[in-house]
């Protein structure tokens, strides 16, 4: 194991040192630059580093990088140089011995196996813990070196479910659930996940429910009157359902 959490009988208390570390290194003057990977784990990371950073009075900029693209990749280097940032945070995107900007302040929070110990940076790794954090999890107990970070534990339990972790004994998702529902925390996973996967509508069709949402047919055999359920979901609808019987928590439509 490696970084700041190696051989430490308190993992809140190092992420917190290590982002206070890492902070102090950065240039005050300029913006941190906050980059992650785009599944719900980064982003989720990215949103509490980005609101605990915001709400700390410092200046932050994000930066999701899309599929295939990594923070080593030179036309990804170029990106974050013409920035020109204080520091940079990488979550969610692996942990590397090679520097992303020689001479720029960083900190790596991450939960794969490292490939090497980053040259010149503050590491926040999850791998080899049992049981093993997600970067979202490790950017909040870091923000709380930043103030009161409680509001945001929602977004910590989201990269939790997000990187099927639910089942494992974390007593931040647990205090999750209870104060936000297991289901409405696992419908925000689904809708952070969906923009990737979901197929655009079908020309023509459009889905009429109460809530006035739209989205593809699920099915393209479907006969043309059948109702089919709101895509994305519509857990809180102030309006009457359709359907006497429809699921509270899931939108009962009808294609035209």
């Known amino acids: 194991m490696i970084g700041a959490l190696a051989n430490t009988p308190d993992l809140h208390a190092a992420a917190r040192d290590a982002m206070r570390e890492a902070l102090a290194r950065m240039d005050a003057g300029r913006p941190v630059l906050v980059v992650s990977h785009f599944d719900a784990d980064g982003l989720a990371a990215a949103a509490v580093l980005v609101r605990a950073l915001a709400a700390a009075g410092r200046r932050v900029e994000p930066l999701v990088l899309g599929k295939g693209e990594t923070p080593w990749d030179a036309a990804v280097t170029e990106r974050l140089r013409e920035r020109a940032p204080g ?30 110990t980053p040259e010149g940076a503050i590491t926040l790794s999850g791998n080899g813990l049992s049981p093993e954090p997600t970067t979202a999890l ?25 990187d099927m972790e639910e089942g494992r ?23 952070v996940n969906a923009p990737g996967a979901r197929p655009p509508p079908t020309p023509g069709r459009r889905c009429v429910c109460c809530c006035g949402r739209t989205g593809p047919r699920r099915s393209p055999r479907a006969p043309t009157r059948t109702p089919w359920r709101c895509t994305p979901p519509a857990p809180r609808c102030a309006r009457r359902w359709r359907r006497p019987n429809a699921s509270p928590r899931r939108c009962a439509a009808t294609w035209r």
């Open 169 to 191: 004994a974390f007593p931040e998702l647990m205090q999750a659930q209870a104060r936000w529902g297991k289901t409405a925390l696992r419908e925000a996973v689904v809708l």
């Open 87 to 116: 520091g940079v945070i990488l979550a969610d995107l692996g942990t590397r011995a090679d520097p992303v900007l020689p001479g720029c302040a960083t900190l790596v929070i991450d939960h794969h196996v490292p490939t090497g």
């Open 138 to 162: 490790l950017a909040w107990w870091a923000a709380g070196a930043l103030g009161d970070v409680g509001d945001l534990l929602w977004l910590a339990a989201i990269g939790l479910i997000g």
